[in-house]
Structures are given as structure tokens and as C-alpha cells.
């Protein structure tokens, strides 16, 4: 396993505010980010704005603003929502800023140098929402609409610059099918992406990348540097961003190699709609650059709410507005815990008020957070808030001990597979395991019966040392709250490595509890 970790998010389009989409694939980095940094990863954390382009131009003009004031604005938005959920990204980067926009230009210059970018006519079906071509076929079988956003693609005729695609595609193929059949995931997607390019090869219709636009039409964009009549087409200048944030290529500013250490990226996590630009686009770019491809570009699914698309319309849309109602009603912690908890990373999810609710009381209510009071209201009564010491073997502790163990030894191997679902199962059968320990224990007919003393101080201690377990692994997920809950138990935040920390044992006996109000009041309809 590597020293480092290098994990990013997509650059968000700053032609609209956040919402549940933007925060779902950032929380994701997040939790992965804060994991790996507690196993003991040196991890960089990357996510930022994408400030180019054709829809950035009309949304300025529908508000009456130049494209930078709307940049502007809207990028405060994506900031103060990730310090509103907690988020730990090491760097923020817009692709409105000289050391990116210069470090475009520098990979634009070494394609030209290579001989892998050519001038030429395109003319055919453009779709504006997503800044792709699309080819005839494609736009026939969508009634020639976005395959997307179901908006009417428009018709470009223009002389740009092209990328050679075609000539790395079979490369590309090699290398997802041999080479790294982890590449792209899950499965479902490295199958979809596979599918679409030897579909395109067998048909002829896989076309070289148009990477440039007429600045007359589109003055807003990164300059080609080798054709001041042409910007460079926003998925090159986009894409480019996880290695020029990094310092690369070294162009000589302050920023050169300031990060270079951590490429190549560990995943890319992207939403499903853009997977074809990064597990194809991107890879090849780099090919023809010979620059290391990341390790995995991972795709989620998609939100509906409460069981239908979302819309502003039907009131449904869970905007950034929503999120903040749902953070100030349960707790940020709690709106983090939902997204992972709800659905199988990779798969479509609904969120839905009754659910976020049924999710609450169940696991945090009646799980974590009843299980943390009952085990320091125990320790407080029985043994005047000192964590007892273990002085015998009881028979029924096998069985925490193995939960425990379960969640230790794979939590790394989940993560590492963005197995969220699994992580957070794992936890919750710990936790479901020490509440039946305490049921079939029951300490307090133990405490009663002073020849069972020692026996009272094994079940309590083992109580407290797997509240221990499962609030460290929660902690990724969770920070805010698995830190109070940490400080009810007598301990603090440790820099001990989380593979030592999680083991079975370390709880030391003699610290001091503390009881309080429940951690997760349980909610009410």
C-alpha cells in the first residue's frame, strides 16, 4: 500500500448553486480522506470549481453579469458549503486561476510538440449542457436532444483543433481489460464504458476529441496557445485540473511540483453523467503525454427525492437551502451519515424525509447513541465513573470481540473499495452485538451480587471498549459527533494510527466517564 493517497472530486460547473449531488460526492472524498489520514496515508484532498465555457457565458448573461462576477459569487457558495459540512479538502481549485490556466496551456504545447492535435472542420450536433459533440446516431436515438439534461443540441459547423483519440482507444481498451481492470468502477460502469468503445471502433463513429472552440463564438476559456483565434474545449481544460493543482507540469511559478508527490491520483469520484469524459478523454489525454493515469475513476449514481426526479417545480429539489434545514434539524453529522448510509456507493439513491428520519432513530438513536449512555450510566452507578479493568474471561465477550475484529481487519480493504455500505455495516453489527452482550449479561442483576463483581467489571469494560471501536471508525463519517462522544468516554483525539487504535484492548482501565445528554435525542414525527 502507498504512503500516499491522492483523492479528488469533480470541478463543480459554476453556473448554479450546490445542491445534494455536489455534497454527496464531496462528503464521499471526505470520509475516504479523513480515513486515510487516521490509517496513517499521507493523503491530499482535492475539489474545486469549473469556470469555463458555453453554459458559464449564458447563465452570466440570464443574470445580467459578466462570467468572472458569476464565478465569483458562485464559488462562495461551493465553499462555505463545505465548511458547513466539515469538509477537510487540503486545496480548492478554479480553472479561472493563472497556475492552471498556464499549466493547460503547457499540456496544450506538448501535445502540439507530439503531433497529437491537428486542425480541421466539425460540423454536427452539439450538446450544450453537458459540452460534448455527439455523433449522428446518437442524437437520432434521442430525438436529437441531450441524452441528459433533454435539452435541444445545437448545430456547430467550425474549423477547430482535434485531439487523435482514435489512435490511443485501443491502448485505452488494453489497459482497462489487462492492465488495470479496476480502472473504472463499479463493474456495471467499467462494462458500459467498455460496451460504448468497441461499439464506436466497429461502427467508425468513435471520433478524434474536438478540444478547441472560435473565441468569437465562445470568448471565454483558456487561450490555445498555439492559436490565439481558439480557446481550449472545456473537458481538456476541466480534466486538466487533478494534475495541474499539483503544480504539474513545472512552469516555473511558485506552485511548481508543490504536490507532485501524490500522482498518480488515487480515484477520481465523479457522478455516472461525466463518467465518459473522465475514463476516456482523460486517460487518453495523459497517454499521449506519457503522464502515469490515476489508479480508478469511480462512478455514483444518481438522487431522486422522495421518489421522483428532482425539480424545483414540484418542490422537491434538495438545494443547498434544504441541505442547511437538514444539518440545523439532526445535525451535519447525521446528513453526512445518511448519504452513505442510504444506498450501495455506485447505485441511484431517493432521499426521502421518513427515511432520513427511519435511519436516524435506528442507528444513531437506538444503536451508537443508546448504546454509549447505557454503558456510561453502568460504569457511573457501579463503578463511580472509572472504566472497570477486565479480570476475567466471560464467555459471551467472544462474540463482540469477533464484530470487532470484523470491522478492524476489513475496514481498510472496504475503504479502499469505496465500500461505504459494508464500513457502516460493520460498525452497526458491532454495536448490535454489544447490545445483546449487555442484554444477555444483564449487569445489572451482575451488580446485585458482589462475589460478581469481577465478572460486572468484564461486561462493563467490554462495553466500553467496543463504544471505543465503533466511534473511531465512525469518525471519518461522523467527526463532530464521535469526537463528544470520545470525550464522554475520557479520551481525546490521538495521532495513534487508526490500524493500532482499532484494536481490540486498547481502552486503558481507571479513566474517567462522563454521562450526558443523549448523543442522537431520538426524533419524534
Not at 493523503?43 to 452570466?60: N, P, Q, S, Y
Not at 474545449?233 to 499539483?246: E, F, M, T
Request: hydrophobic share 40%; aromatic share 12%; with cysteine.
Amino acid at each position: 500500500m502507498s504512503d500516499t493517497y491522492y483523492v479528488t472530486t469533480p470541478i463543480y460547473y459554476v453556473n448554479d448553486v450546490p445542491h445534494i449531488g455536489h455534497s454527496y460526492t464531496t462528503i464521499a472524498a471526505d470520509v475516504l480522506a479523513r480515513f486515510f489520514r487516521a490509517a496513517g496515508r499521507d493523503v491530499h484532498f482535492l475539489t474545486g470549481t469549473d469556470e469555463h465555457g458555453i453554459k458559464i457565458v449564458k447563465a452570466a448573461t440570464e443574470k445580467g453579469t459578466t462570467p468572472q462576477a458569476l464565478a465569483d459569487d458562485v464559488v462562495t457558495h461551493f465553499r462555505r458549503l463545505w465548511v458547513d459540512l466539515n469538509i477537510s479538502n487540503d486545496d480548492f481549485i478554479r480553472t479561472t486561476e493563472p497556475r492552471h490556466e498556464n499549466r493547460v496551456q503547457t499540456l496544450i504545447r506538448e501535445l502540439v510538440a507530439r503531433d497529437e492535435i491537428y486542425l480541421a472542420t466539425y460540423e454536427g450536433w452539439y450538446d450544450e449542457t453537458q459540452e460534448e459533440y455527439v455523433t449522428e446516431s446518437t442524437a437520432r436515438a434521442n430525438d436529437y436532444k441531450s441524452e441528459i439534461s433533454g435539452k435541444p443540441l445545437v448545430r456547430y459547423s467550425e474549423e477547430n483543433w482535434f485531439f487523435r483519440l482514435k489512435k490511443w482507444v485501443p491502448k485505452l481498451i488494453e489497459h482497462i481489460e489487462k492492465v488495470n481492470p479496476k480502472f473504472v468502477q463499479p463493474d456495471a460502469r467499467r462494462n458500459e464504458v467498455l460496451s460504448k468503445l468497441r461499439m464506436g471502433m466497429e461502427s467508425g463513429e468513435l471520433a478524434d476529441l474536438c478540444i478547441s472552440r472560435n473565441k468569437e463564438k465562445l470568448p471565454w476559456g483558456v487561450e490555445m496557445p498555439n492559436d490565439p483565434n481558439h480557446v481550449v474545449y472545456v473537458w481538456i481544460d476541466a480534466l486538466s485540473n487533478y494534475y495541474s493543482a499539483l503544480g504539474l507540469p513545472a512552469i516555473g511559478d511558485e506552485f511548481d511540483n508543490r504536490d507532485a508527490k501524490y500522482w498518480p491520483a488515487d480515484v477520481h469520484l465523479i457522478g455516472k453523467d461525466i463518467l465518459w469524459f473522465h475514463a476516456v478523454y482523460w486517460p487518453c489525454f495523459l497517454m499521449a503525454l506519457d503522464i502515469p493515469m490515476p489508479k480508478c475513476v469511480f462512478a455514483h449514481g444518481w438522487w431522486t427525492s422522495e421518489g421522483q426526479k428532482m425539480s424545483k417545480s414540484l418542490g422537491n429539489f434538495v438545494s443547498r437551502e434544504k441541505i442547511a434545514e437538514y444539518c440545523e434539524e439532526y445535525s451535519r453529522d447525521v446528513y453526512r451519515y445518511y448519504l452513505l448510509r442510504a444506498v450501495t456507493f455506485g447505485s441511484d439513491g431517493d432521499f426521502a424525509h421518513d427515511m432520513v428520519q427511519q435511519v436516524y432513530n435506528s442507528d444513531l438513536a437506538n444503536g451508537v447513541g443508546n448504546l454509549l449512555s447505557r454503558t456510561l450510566k453502568m460504569i457511573s452507578k457501579y463503578f463511580d465513573g472509572e472504566i472497570p479493568a477486565p479480570e476475567e474471561d466471560v464467555e459471551d465477550v467472544r462474540w463482540v470481540k469477533t464484530a470487532a475484529e470484523a470491522l478492524h481487519d476489513n475496514a481498510v480493504g472496504w475503504m479502499d473499495a469505496f465500500a461505504f455500505s459494508k464500513y457502516l455495516e460493520a460498525i452497526n453489527a458491532l454495536i448490535g452485538a454489544t447490545n445483546k452482550f449487555i442484554d444477555d449479561t444483564e449487569p445489572f442483576k451482575l451488580a446485585k451480587d458482589e462475589a460478581q463483581r469481577s465478572r460486572l467489571a468484564t461486561v462493563l469494560y467490554t462495553c466500553a471498549e467496543a463504544v471505543r471501536i465503533v466511534l473511531l471508525y465512525l469518525a471519518p463519517v461522523m467527526p463532530d459527533k464521535t469526537t463528544a462522544g470520545l470525550e464522554r468516554l475520557g479520551l481525546t483525539t490521538t495521532d495513534e494510527n487508526l490500524t493500532d487504535a482499532g484494536r481490540w484492548g486498547g481502552l486503558q482501565p481507571g479513566g474517567k466517564v462522563t454521562p450526558g445528554d443523549p448523543l442522537f435525542p431520538r426524533a419524534q414525527n
